[in-house]
């Protein structure tokens, strides 16, 4: 089932739909596919559809803190402090992939630090 589809001169592009569901680009050129260049591009759209799911995904402290490499409670800290983006999902905080590249570039920038503690 053809979705879009764009003709320049003899060459054909058009986006359609693998067994799984997933976008799949078509590219025919005097009636000829050129299967390796498909393959490129669909790897391409690929990449670019887990990236997009990535920024989406809502992770939990643990999750976001490991990639972020601080630890839980520091993130704990800087969430209840207002200092980093966060979504509720239900009565939980979570971190969606945008909000933890966010929160990357803050500790990037010098804006965010895992701060010490004092001895008692």
Do not use: C
Not at 43 to 58: A, H, I, S, V
């Amino acid at each position: 089932m053809r979705v879009r589809g764009v003709r320049f001169g003899t060459r054909a592009v058009w986006m359609t739909e693998d067994k799984n569901g997933e976008p799949v680009l078509v590219v025919r050129e005097n009636n000829l596919t050129n299967r390796e260049f498909i393959d490129e591009l669909n790897d391409t759209l690929r990449m670019y559809n887990l990236r997009e799911e990535y920024l989406r995904k809502p992770f939990s402290y643990q999750e976001a803190a490991t990639q972020l490499g601080v630890s839980r409670r520091t993130l704990q800290r800087w969430r209840n402090t207002g200092k980093v983006p966060y979504i509720m999902v239900g009565k939980r905080p979570r971190f969606t992939g945008a909000d933890i590249e966010q929160i990357r570039e803050m500790i990037a920038d010098g804006l965010l630090y895992e701060e010490q503690r004092q001895p008692r």
